[in-house]
């Protein structure tokens, strides 16, 4: 995430009150900025931008778009070790679960991950896997890959409303 000066127009007070009465974002406002989810994050060990102290603090701040609009916030390799080492027991993960989800209601879900999620709805893979491959196999002797079943997926989804997110028509 970008560190930018902070304008007052920017700041959406009730915010951190949304997140904290959603589940698993309750202990938002625990936080006391001790640093300790970032520095045993596997994926901020590997990114000059991923801090997770640093997306809780925009919560608590009510820094909205900012944290909503961030494909940083679609790092989170949901591993749970914040979570576990935090001091103030604030599920960190879980809050980063809330801002996604969020972030997805207001459509704002980067391609990778539409495209993905498009792939596994249509043929119950996260990749389509190329044709070329599938006929190496049939040539090496090895047995034809399993079909995939999005059809029960597919029911959840759409009851969440969550299809109307994946730019691609799945029916
Ligand atoms: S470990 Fe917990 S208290 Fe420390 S910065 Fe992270 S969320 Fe805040
Ligand atoms: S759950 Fe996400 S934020 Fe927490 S340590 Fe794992 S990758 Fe980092």
Redo the contacts with the bound molecule.
């Keep these: 995430m970008t560190e930018k000066s902070v304008k007052a127009s920017e700041i959406k007070s009730d915010f951190k009150y949304k997140i904290s009465k959603m589940h698993g974002g309750e202990k938002l406002m ?9 520095s045993d994050c596997p994926v901020a060990r590997f990114s000059d931008t991923y801090r ?2 640093q997306i ?1 603090r925009m919560a608590q701040l009510g820094l909205k778009d900012r944290v909503l609009d961030s494909d940083t916030l679609w790092l989170c390799a949901a591993c749970f070790t ?1 979570t576990d ?4 027991d ?1 599920e ?1 993960a879980s809050v980063i679960r809330v801002l996604r989800n969020l972030a997805a209601e207001e459509g704002h879900i980067p391609q990778v991950f539409k495209d993905q999620c498009a792939s596994i709805l249509e043929s119950g893979y996260a990749y389509k896997i190329p044709e070329l491959k599938l006929k190496k196999r049939e040539s090496s002797g090895l047995p034809p890959l399993p079909k995939g079943n999005p059809d029960s997926l597919c029911k959840t989804l759409r009851s969440v409303d969550f299809l109307k997110h994946v730019e691609r028509k799945v029916e």
């Design positions: 625990r936080c006391f900025q001790c640093g300790t989810c970032t997770p102290r809780i914040c080492r935090c001091p103030q604030v960190v």
